[in-house]
């Protein structure tokens, strides 16, 4: 390949992946905000806002790192969103309660989603958004 080749390639790829991302970005905030709005705790919503008020506070691992691909695992990602949204005590099989409850918010369709950084924002920004609509009138 030349080149000008691979300037185009890699151009349509990076497109590409940005289509992906914004996708997967869209589908976890809206199943963010259903979240939030059918079953999050109010006590949820407030850890999952202070969580992000911390990282912003962070200037070298800030919220948009945090979900970054350069934070290293999604795996873990999805780990510590769910540790820092939902704050169980000991858990027993802490991996076994994580999976529980990504199941239970996404079903079977979305499952794979939280794996990736931009859909655990997207989810995060949605169920915040939606709290930071309601808090004030509770």
């Known amino acids: 390949m030349s080149d000008d080749v691979d300037v185009v390639v890699l151009e349509r790829l990076r497109a590409s992946k940005r289509k992906g991302e914004a996708a997967d970005y869209k589908d976890g905030y809206d199943l963010g905000t259903k979240w939030a709005e059918q079953s999050a705790e109010v006590s949820a919503l407030q850890r999952l806002e202070q969580f992000r008020d911390d990282r912003e506070a962070e200037p070298d691992y800030d ?4 979900f970054s691909e350069q934070e290293g695992s999604d795996d873990e990602t999805d780990a510590s969103l769910f540790f820092a949204i939902m704050a169980p005590e000991a858990a027993t099989d802490p991996q076994a309660v994580v999976k529980d ?15 990736r950084g931009s859909f655990l924002k997207g989810f995060a920004e949605g169920a915040i958004d939606l709290w930071l609509s309601v808090k004030d009138k509770l």
């Open 63 to 66: 919220w948009d790192y945090y």
């Open 101 to 115: 409850f990504w199941r239970s918010v996404t079903g079977d369709s979305l499952q794979q989603a939280t794996n």
